[in-house]
């Protein structure tokens, strides 16, 4: 399975941005969907991860803000930002995990996609 994600750019606080990740390769439409970010000197974290059947799950710091979705009929899976923070300045990343089932656990997606930067300015 491939990933390619894209959409970043820079923004203005209060800005939207929309993500983007198209995948290829696999049964897109039997996989759960993730987005995790990694801001510069800190891990990566959960942002948002949808499943199978469409049950998303936010981390607390975007919910009410970011909204994650699919399309199987384009094996996409997008990711909304609205209301962006300076702190949600970071590189994004999309995976991809097999057994359809949504986590907020990076260590149980099987695929990544290369990234994609948010800059988000005050």
């Known amino acids: 399975v491939q990933l390619q994600a894209s959409g970043g750019g820079l923004v203005q606080a209060g800005g939207s941005l929309r993500l983007s990740c198209a995948a290829s390769?696999?049964?897109?439409?039997?996989?759960?969907m993730g987005w995790f970010r990694q801001a510069p000197g800190k891990e990566r974290e959960f942002v948002a991860a949808?499943?199978?059947?469409?049950?998303?799950y936010y981390a607390d710091s975007v919910k009410g803000r970011f909204t994650i979705s699919r399309d199987s009929a384009k094996n996409t899976v997008y990711l909304q930002m609205d209301s962006l923070k300076p702190e949600d300045t970071a590189v994004y990343y999309c995976?991809?995990?097999?057994?359809?089932?949504?986590?907020?656990?990076?260590?149980?997606?099987?695929?990544w996609g290369q990234g994609t930067l948010v800059t988000v300015s005050s």
């Open positions: 995976a991809a995990k097999a057994n359809g089932l949504g986590s907020s656990d990076q260590y149980r997606y099987d695929y």
């Open positions: 390769g696999g049964t897109f439409s039997t996989y759960a």
């Open positions: 949808i499943s199978w059947k469409h049950i998303t």
